[in-house]
Nanobody, 121 residues
Framework: QVQLVESGGGSVQAGGSLRLSCAAP????????KGWFRQAPGKEREFIVA????????DYANSVKGRFTISSDNAKNTVYLQMNRLEPEDTAVYYC??????????????WGQGTQVTVSS
């Protein structure tokens, strides 16, 4: 079992930035694929991006392409999501996820508890 703990959510005005972090206390994430999903009120969960254990990554969701960046620091056992030029449409609960094998964009093997991001206009 892999426990994922997100941090870094909050409220920001449109155009601002936030960086989300996801750590796995007591476990190494180095051999897992890691990524991020989000779910806005009344909407389905959306896959944002994932990074593979070897550093390769999937495509970003079109809705965030060019504004969000995923990175991973294996020494710190943490994966990040840098979010720039935030828009009100980015308001959602953001979830960290991990896969022990192949990445699937509609499911993950492990999930964090979620962190709220609210962007005001």
């Amino acid at each position: 079992q892999v426990q994922l703990v997100e941090s870094g959510g909050g409220s920001v005005q449109a155009g601002g930035s936030l960086r989300l972090s996801c750590a796995a206390p007591g476990r190494t994430l180095a051999r897992y694929a890691k990524g991020w999903f989000r779910q806005a009120p009344g909407k389905e969960r959306e896959f944002i991006v994932a990074i593979m254990w070897n550093g390769g990554r999937t495509d970003y969701a079109n809705s965030v392409k060019g504004r969000f960046t995923i990175s991973s620091d294996n020494a710190k056992n943490t994966v990040y999501l840098q979010m720039n030029r935030l828009e009100p449409e980015d308001t959602a609960v953001y979830y960290c996820a991990a896969w022990s094998a192949a990445i699937t964009t509609n499911q993950a093997d492990y999930w964090g508890q979620g962190t709220q991001v609210t962007v005001s206009s």
